[in-house]
């Protein structure tokens, strides 16, 4: 982009900045026992991406730096302009010397970088104007949100390309500025820039944001410091802890992908956002919890906390089947289980996402088990009465021989259920049970698909062979 530009343009584009055009030397106090020595540590213009606006005035306002005036000339040429002093901004055993430097006596080389930054200082106040114009106008918030999730893709897409072309070994390295001022120096200063319209983004419209696209680097640098500080307090004190160790591991596990992320580990603000309010709800509650915290009520938290992963659906689950172990019957067992089915069925969670956002919330997860376990144990004991019956009635030591072919055994029985003799509501299990029990002198097993087939295609002989019999038995009742 600016390899290209003239001398001649540099120094044109440069020039309106030569009232803030410092050459600064950064100084610093070597204090070794009782003894102070200064040395310079490095060299760099004020118009150089690296350098924030710092408060220059006369020597006379640091009386702290007087005494290392005298020995500045042995380590700095200086060119006879006016010298200013500035304090670092952190360290007070850092300042710096700031001499009046002309435009024409930068290098080319190093122009090239300062008006890199300069141009997109402006352009990005250009481009902040325009997205807030652009907000302005959209009538409805689905627009400002497509508007903004484009401009944050094309950032995005951008931001990736020029990570490829400066190629960094750490995230610390993408707004680290070599000596030598050439193309790398110039994409870091655009990466830079880019990133400062995504952090703007996030600061303005921040519900409108895509939290599936990834979070830029100076904004986990911006919270690092605080976080690893708030991490490292949560993992001290959870170690200290007497817990097991796949709980642990649980409860560390939304924090791992803070305390490890690297350059290639990008993630999502979707994650970041769930991760950072993890971290600091867990540092809350381990501040105000007793180490006699249960199982269940680190469980508990988790399900609050919307902790959705399928480890941890296996250690509650666990835990909940030893319970049920535990129980002397199956109907002890279903009590159980219908106790904590309603337990997750009224359970309420905080407001907020999921840890794994493609995933049902843990106690839905566990809700929709228990319902299974549950249908699967009452199958199982209405199978086991079904079984325990036909044991029974196999261990008759003989089946009832009656006077009947199959087909007057299905039409009497037919007749049975329908004078309302048979009460039982369901033919099937009525003929299971007379093919069970009853035998004819042609058919010594009976199926039951045959009883019941002949029971809706009775003939007309069948009925006329089966009347006979009931007339019997009607004289019977005569004596």
């Not at 030893?322 to 997750?344: D, G, I, Q, W, Y």
Request: proline fraction near 2%; glycine fraction near 2%.
């Amino acid at each position: 982009m600016t390899t290209s530009i003239s001398k001649e343009t540099l120094f044109e584009e440069l020039k309106p900045f030569e009232n803030i055009s410092y050459r600064l030397y950064e100084i610093k106090i070597d204090k070794n026992n009782s003894e102070e020595k200064v040395k310079l540590h490095r060299t760099i213009h004020s118009l150089h991406p690296e350098v924030k606006s710092c408060d220059m005035k006369s020597i006379f306002h640091f009386k702290e730096y007087v005494d290392h005036i005298p020995h500045l000339n042995s380590i700095i040429n200086f060119t006879g302009e006016t010298i200013y002093l500035a304090k670092h901004w952190t360290d007070s055993n850092t300042f710096y010397v700031c001499e009046k430097c002309a435009i024409n006596e930068i290098p080319n080389r190093e122009r090239i970088l300062l008006y890199t930054h300069q141009y997109l200082i402006k352009e990005n106040v250009n481009i902040k104007r325009a997205i807030k114009e652009k907000v302005f106008k959209c009538k409805s918030n689905s627009k400002i949100q497509h508007f903004i999730q484009k401009i944050q893709l094309a950032l995005e897409c951008q931001l990736h390309q020029l990570i490829k072309h400066i190629a960094p070994k750490n995230k610390k390295e993408l707004y680290e500025y070599s000596n030598k001022y050439n193309k790398i120096d110039a994409y870091k200063s655009q990466f830079f820039h880019l990133e400062k319209l995504l952090v703007f983004l996030e600061n303005e419209y921040a519900d409108y944001l895509n939290d599936k696209l990834m979070v830029p680097y100076r904004t986990i640098l911006k919270d690092e410091v605080e976080l690893t500080a708030k991490i490292q307090w949560v993992r001290n004190n959870l170690l200290a802890m007497v817990m097991d160790k796949e709980l642990l591991q649980l409860l560390f596990d939304p924090i791992v992908k803070l305390s490890n992320l690297h350059l290639k580990d990008k993630i999502s603000y979707y994650q970041y956002n769930y991760a950072k309010n993890y971290v600091v709800e867990l540092a809350n509650c381990l501040a105000t919890t007793s180490d006699d915290y249960s199982q269940f009520e680190w469980c508990n938290w988790l399900m609050m906390r919307r902790v959705n992963t399928f480890q941890c659906f296996d250690f509650i689950t666990a835990l909940l089947k030893k319970e049920f172990l535990n129980c002397v019957s199956e109907t002890e067992k279903l009590n159980s289980m219908f106790e904590h089915l309603r337990t997750f069925n009224q359970f309420k969670t905080n407001q907020g996402t999921c840890y794994q956002e493609n995933l049902p919330e843990i106690h839905v997860q566990i809700y929709t088990w228990l319902e299974e376990e549950i249908a699967f144990l009452s199958r199982k004991k209405e199978l086991t009465k079904m079984i325990e019956n036909q044991t029974d009635l196999i261990g008759f030591p003989d089946k009832i021989h009656v006077d009947f072919s199959v087909a007057q055994l299905a039409c009497f029985v037919d007749l049975l259920i329908k004078a309302g003799i048979i009460k039982n509501n369901n033919r099937k299990e009525v003929l299971q049970v007379v093919a069970q029990t009853v035998k004819t002198d042609m058919t010594e097993t009976i199926s039951v698909d045959s009883l019941r087939s002949k029971c809706y295609n009775i003939e007309t002989s069948t009925s006329e062979a089966v009347a006979k019999k009931i007339e019997k038995i009607l004289e019977l009742t005569k004596g």
